[in-house]
């Protein structure tokens, strides 16, 4: 440290300064995002290693890692010829024999060992013609009278170039026994015990120095614990002041509006679609703004729920808006409001990137003059021209494809709509109480009845000519088919991976010359993309070859059989959706999941489990549990904070705890403003005070 007595404010030193640090390797650490001495403190370490048995010399095995206790007999130090200084240590060990340690360009060690000076070492030791070596062991001093009980865990850190693992440690050793009595204390005593967590002073020692990995894991489990209750504190706090001064239009769903909506819908609701209609009628009839994710499996029918909403909203005098992620997903849900709202005076616009500027002026103005109830289209909604006469409900569909502030643009103080995101890809539950903790969720997890199961294999490449008589066998039975994959184009003419372009000129010509073959991905102009589905929706075209693009919302009751090139390049959530495009009829489904030449399908855990389960909510959690949750949504996509200890994977248990004990802590004080809450209010603040969006629309 710098100071003899430290204060709190060494804690704000840079860490140039600490003896154990110094000029040269503050610049490593800044490469692992360490500047200050407290920086240190939080610097958790990634793993241990477990502790080595305490043997005798006469155990020793070369290249086995042990522990052994001795006493220092003798050092020695010379520079080698390349420059490198070595202290050589002999140690006396308990039991007999000699062992001799050796450390490379860290000359201070001969400070504490000196003759006499009792130590455990731990190391693998190296066989000699005269004794046993060790070189760069890890020690421990011991008392004069101290009865060693075995090495503690190693701490192993997260390291950068130029900066090796006992380099670290030494840092830590050395650093931060004078900072860890300088922290503050941010969870009051009560909270520690409601949350059975250990003090941040006994933390912070046992994380980082821990007697055992039970220890450790107490550490763990304090920082954990508050990480996920900071997170939830946000979220609720954001939540409140969001209803608290926010008003929306209130759009009750009086008995004579929900009969006339009911009848408007192409056809009887199932139980949990009800059920969601219920809850949005419910929120949508008070002026505080609706806040709402409805989740359900691929075709459980969440647009109807969501047309329900629209049309709830237009009732009342208000204009609705639906925001898609693609075009191709835009244009579909138009033609379908289109067609069902044919016969009323719903009038429904689209608004996407690809319309001329006469049409896209006319359609701006016919929104800002009222002339409009149902808007449909893209992120061009978001455009700062785009000026609603009366916006009541904003529905977004797939939340994910969005980034946060996207979802939020359209909530201004001059404009509190209601908000309603939708999402095929059902949310894994720990994710749904973080990333999307501010939303009330709706879940549909029944499917309309009719609906044909569909069929799923996992075949190598080798087996696709007797696939492609499968197919054939379909068509002629009069059903249509698609062809996923997953480049547009073809990167490198030596690569394996297959593209749309490619497949689609070896289908038309070598494998379907006799077929209808059409070609669809996201770098086709919005017309040609209109016109390519108009001919397959109309069966003009037998077999679509596309990129994911039609990942979502693509809705061919007639197309049946898919086949999905490189499927182990997609997540398991993502194979699902493209599942869910032939699972629109009556009529069974086959889908064939072909991995990449040289990926087993028995090696690949995403594909056994794609080709064992249709549940989108249980492949979800499995996604989550494979891939992570940055992957699973996206990291910049979804909203979702860095964590720095807490895993949404593992640690599911204090998620549960962190939002039930944040929801006592505001219900007691809604804005914590009671000392004992300050500094961990103060966090709160400072760790998503700018990002108070999280988790809100999405």
Known sequence: MSTANPTRQDLLQEVRFLKSVGMSRAPLLGRLGIYRAMDLLFFFPRAYEAPAPIQGVELFTNGTQVTFVGTVQELDERVTQNGKHMLGVQIAADGGGFVRLLWFNQPFRK???????????????????????????????????????????????????????????????????????????????????????????????????????????????????????????????????????????????????????????????????????????????????????????????????????????????????????????????????????????????????????????????????????????????????VVFHQLGLVIVDEQHKFGVMQRAKLRTDASQPHYLVLSATPIPRTIAMTAFGDLDVSTIRSKPPGRAPVHTYVAPKDSLDSWWRFVEEQLKQGRQAYVIAPRVAEVDPESDVASAEGFYEHLRKQVFGHRA??????????????????????????????????????????????????????????????????????????????????????????????????????????????????DLLGTSQSGLPPLRIANLVDDAQWVALAQEVAREILQQDPNMESPAFAKLKQQTLRRYGESMQLGDVG
């Open 517 to 630: 073959v059409g070609l669809l991905h996201g770098r086709m102009d919005g017309a040609d993309k209109e016109s390519v589905l108009e001919q397959f929706a109309s069966g003009d075209l037998d077999i679509l070859v596309a990129t994911t693009v039609v990942e979502v919302g693509i809705d061919v009751p007639n197309a049946t059989v898919m086949t999905i090139l490189d499927a182990n390049r997609l997540g398991l959530s993502q194979l699902h959706q493209l599942r869910g495009r032939v699972s629109r009829g009556t009529h069974a489904g086959f889908v064939c999941a072909v991995p990449t030449s040289g990926c087993e399908p028995q090696d690949n855990a995403r594909l056994q489990a794609f080709e064992q389960s249709d549940d989108g909510f249980e492949l979800a959690e499995m996604d989550l549990r494979l891939r992570g949750p940055g």
């Open 111 to 385: 400070d504490s060992l000196k003759p006499g000076t009792r130590i455990t070492a731990t190391g693998l030791p190296r066989s000699t013609v005269l004794n046993w070596e060790m070189v760069q062991p890890q020690i421990r001093l011991l008392e004069a009278d101290e009865v060693p009980e075995g090495r503690r865990p190693l701490a192993i850190y997260p390291l950068t170039e130029g900066l090796k693992a006992a380099g670290m440690r030494f840092i830590m050793q050395e650093s931060l026994p004078d900072l860890i009595p300088l922290i503050e204390e941010v969870l009051p005593t009560e909270l520690r015990e409601r949350l059975g967590v250990l003090d941040i002073a006994s933390a912070l020692h046992a994380i980082h120095f821990p007697d055992s990995l039970a220890e450790a894991e107490q550490g763990q489990a304090r920082f954990k614990a508050q990480e996920l209750l900071v997170l939830q504190l946000a979220l609720s706090l954001q939540r409140a002041a969001r209803e608290g001064s926010a008003k929306a239009p209130v759009c009750e769903p009086s008995g004579k509006i929900h009969s006339r909506i009911l009848n408007r819908l192409p056809f009887q609701l199932t139980q949990d679609q009800a059920t969601s209609v219920a809850e949005i009628g419910r929120d949508m009839a008070r002026d505080i703004p609706m806040n709402r994710l409805l989740q359900g499996d691929v075709g459980s029918g969440k647009t109807v729920v969501a047309q329900y909403a629209m049309l709830l909203c237009v009732a009342h005098g208000c204009q609705a808006t639906l925001m898609a992620p693609t075009e191709v997903l835009a244009r579909q849900h138009a033609g379908t409001l289109d067609r069902s709202l044919a016969s009323s005076r719903v009038r429904v616009a689209l608004l996407t990137g690809s319309l001329s500027t006469r049409q896209r002026r006319e359609t701006i103005e016919r929104v800002a003059s009222g002339e409009v109830d149902l808007l449909v289209g893209t992120q061009a909604i978001l455009s700062d021209e």
